[in-house]
């Protein structure tokens, strides 16, 4: 009895992509055959990795080191909001007692320079006004002071800005230190610009652009109805 012919065919050759593309579609692959894993090498920068499977658990060990970096800098920005928060809800309750311009600027003076570590406090009112602080500027609008610094007592925000060639500098040119930086709180009410508190430091880099001023804006919605409470 003749045998048939048998035809053995020689296993086709597969490309990078081929083996790429399987893998892709069948993700079981490896772990149906983990013995593979054993003969895997990675030529890579990653220590003493040198398996599949060790450069994996390398991976996801930094991963998770990174997600617990991003939660530990996510608790101390919560840690530091609380701080603030409890500080400016005990200033905010001092402001809201003040009867008197002199009242005010000493509660904004005991918050931001013992609590806040500024080092210089100034509130502006841009009308004349019969009381009389150290720290309480009054301008009349025929003044030029009052004309450089009515725009921004009229901003809609808060803002930080360097002392030297501000229309401030003037105004925090008489303290013991020279004043570096500074911010601005806009003080209007009903759309009036009432004037300006003005927190400024020694240091540049204690009031700069990238300073979130959002509490600040909480402060300045209440100074503007003290404000315009006190002098009408």
């Not at 009308?127 to 009229?154: K, N, V």
Request: aromatic share 6%.
């Amino acid at each position: 009895m003749k045998q048939a012919d048998s035809k053995v065919t020689g296993p086709s050759a597969l490309s990078s992509d081929d083996i790429l593309v399987y893998l892709h579609e069948h993700p079981e692959f490896l772990q149906q055959h983990p013995e593979i894993l054993e003969h895997q090498a990675l030529d890579h920068a990653c220590g003493d990795a040198t398996s599949l499977l060790e450069r994996q658990i390398k991976v996801l060990r930094q991963r998770i080191q990174d997600y617990a970096n991003k939660l530990s800098e996510l608790l101390q920005t919560a840690r530091r909001n609380d701080v603030q928060f409890d500080k400016t809800k005990r200033l905010v309750t001092e402001l809201g007692g003040c009867q008197t311009l002199t009242q005010m600027v000493d509660a904004l003076q005991q918050s931001f320079i013992t609590e806040f570590q500024a080092d210089t406090v100034k509130l502006i009112v841009l009308q004349e006004i019969q009381e009389q602080h150290p720290d309480l500027i009054a301008l009349a609008s025929t003044t030029e002071q009052y004309t450089l610094l009515a725009p921004m007592a009229a901003k809609t925000w808060a803002f930080c800005s360097p002392v030297a060639d501000s229309p401030l500098a003037d105004i925090l040119a008489n303290t013991p230190q020279p004043m570096q930086s500074c911010a601005v709180l806009p003080i209007q009410y009903q759309e009036r610009a009432l004037g300006l508190v003005v927190i400024a430091s020694t240091a540049k880099d204690h009031y700069t652009e990238e300073l979130d001023t959002l509490f600040l804006n909480h402060v300045a919605a209440v100074c503007s109805r003290v404000l315009s409470r006190i002098c009408g």
